[in-house]
Protein backbone atom coordinates (compact mmCIF):
# COMPACT_ATOMS: atom_id res chain seq x y z
CA UNK A 1 0.00 0.00 0.00
CA UNK A 2 1.69 3.05 -1.36
CA UNK A 3 0.88 6.38 -0.80
CA UNK A 4 2.54 9.86 -1.71
CA UNK A 5 4.38 10.06 1.85
CA UNK A 6 6.38 6.47 1.05
CA UNK A 7 7.28 7.55 -2.29
CA UNK A 8 11.20 9.01 -2.81
CA UNK A 9 10.92 12.81 -2.97
CA UNK A 10 12.16 13.84 -6.72
CA UNK A 11 13.04 17.43 -7.19
CA UNK A 12 14.02 17.06 -11.05
CA UNK A 13 10.03 17.26 -11.49
CA UNK A 14 9.53 20.30 -9.56
CA UNK A 15 12.74 22.81 -10.78
CA UNK A 16 11.50 21.66 -14.50
CA UNK A 17 7.47 22.88 -13.62
CA UNK A 18 8.34 26.29 -14.16
CA UNK A 19 10.09 25.91 -17.36
CA UNK A 20 7.86 24.06 -19.15
CA UNK A 21 4.51 26.23 -18.19
CA UNK A 22 5.74 29.16 -19.81
CA UNK A 23 3.16 31.39 -21.77
CA UNK A 24 5.30 30.64 -25.46
CA UNK A 25 5.13 27.05 -24.99
CA UNK A 26 1.23 26.72 -25.00
CA UNK A 27 -1.27 27.23 -27.88
CA UNK A 28 -3.54 29.92 -27.97
CA UNK A 29 -7.55 28.80 -26.76
CA UNK A 30 -8.89 30.60 -29.56
CA UNK A 31 -7.29 29.29 -32.90
CA UNK A 32 -9.57 29.26 -35.48
CA UNK A 33 -10.50 25.69 -37.04
CA UNK A 34 -9.44 24.04 -33.64
CA UNK A 35 -11.92 20.89 -32.43
CA UNK A 36 -14.31 22.01 -30.19
CA UNK A 37 -16.20 19.55 -27.63
CA UNK A 38 -19.78 19.86 -28.40
CA UNK A 39 -22.37 20.29 -25.03
CA UNK A 40 -23.34 17.09 -24.13
CA UNK A 41 -26.82 16.80 -22.62
CA UNK A 42 -27.44 15.94 -19.27
CA UNK A 43 -27.28 11.82 -18.87
CA UNK A 44 -30.61 11.49 -17.29
CA UNK A 45 -32.59 13.56 -19.14
CA UNK A 46 -34.41 10.70 -20.79
CA UNK A 47 -34.33 8.29 -18.01
CA UNK A 48 -38.30 7.68 -17.39
CA UNK A 49 -37.29 4.84 -14.85
CA UNK A 50 -35.05 7.05 -13.01
CA UNK A 51 -37.78 9.82 -13.08
CA UNK A 52 -40.59 6.78 -12.26
CA UNK A 53 -38.57 5.27 -9.52
CA UNK A 54 -37.45 8.59 -7.36
CA UNK A 55 -40.97 10.46 -8.14
CA UNK A 56 -43.13 7.47 -6.94
CA UNK A 57 -40.68 7.14 -3.87
CA UNK A 58 -41.06 10.63 -2.81
CA UNK A 59 -44.65 11.14 -3.20
CA UNK A 60 -45.02 7.82 -0.85
CA UNK A 61 -42.67 9.01 1.40
CA UNK A 62 -44.56 12.54 1.52
CA UNK A 63 -47.66 10.73 1.98
CA UNK A 64 -46.59 8.61 4.79
CA UNK A 65 -45.10 11.88 6.45
CA UNK A 66 -48.50 13.39 6.02
CA UNK A 67 -50.41 10.52 7.41
CA UNK A 68 -48.42 10.06 10.38
CA UNK A 69 -48.79 14.02 10.87
CA UNK A 70 -52.65 13.35 10.71
CA UNK A 71 -52.90 10.15 12.61
CA UNK A 72 -53.38 12.40 16.12
CA UNK A 73 -55.53 14.75 14.64
CA UNK A 74 -58.16 11.64 13.82
CA UNK A 75 -57.57 10.55 17.29
CA UNK A 76 -59.38 14.24 18.76
CA UNK A 77 -56.40 15.83 20.05
CA UNK A 78 -56.37 19.65 18.84
CA UNK A 79 -52.88 20.22 15.79
CA UNK A 80 -50.14 21.82 17.19
CA UNK A 81 -47.68 23.93 15.46
CA UNK A 82 -45.04 21.35 15.13
CA UNK A 83 -48.09 18.50 13.73
CA UNK A 84 -48.94 21.42 11.34
CA UNK A 85 -45.49 21.85 10.30
CA UNK A 86 -45.34 17.97 10.09
CA UNK A 87 -48.05 18.21 7.39
CA UNK A 88 -46.28 20.78 5.27
CA UNK A 89 -43.11 18.74 4.81
CA UNK A 90 -44.76 16.14 3.40
CA UNK A 91 -47.22 17.83 1.28
CA UNK A 92 -44.15 19.58 0.17
CA UNK A 93 -41.94 16.32 -0.47
CA UNK A 94 -45.28 14.38 -2.17
CA UNK A 95 -45.42 17.84 -4.69
CA UNK A 96 -41.48 17.20 -5.28
CA UNK A 97 -42.64 14.10 -6.36
CA UNK A 98 -45.04 14.92 -8.46
CA UNK A 99 -42.05 17.32 -10.34
CA UNK A 100 -40.00 15.25 -11.07
CA UNK A 101 -42.32 12.29 -12.37
CA UNK A 102 -44.00 14.99 -14.90
CA UNK A 103 -40.66 16.64 -15.58
CA UNK A 104 -42.00 20.05 -17.05
CA UNK A 105 -38.00 21.67 -17.29
CA UNK A 106 -37.18 18.56 -19.90
CA UNK A 107 -40.35 19.03 -21.94
CA UNK A 108 -39.78 22.49 -22.40
CA UNK A 109 -36.21 22.04 -23.89
CA UNK A 110 -37.60 19.54 -26.66
Known amino acids: MGTFLSQPFEIDKFASAPEAASPTNRAPL ?5 PTSPEQPPI ?9 LSG ?3 IGAGSY ?3 VARKPMKLGYPPSPG ?7 GI ?9 LTDP ?5 Q
Not at 44 to 52: A, L, P, T
Not at 92 to 100: F, L, P, R
Open 56 to 58: SGL
Open 30 to 34: DAPGA
Open 105 to 109: KGKSH
Open 83 to 89: TVTQMVI
Open 44 to 52: FKNCWSCRV
Open 92 to 100: SIACWGVVI
Open 65 to 67: VYW
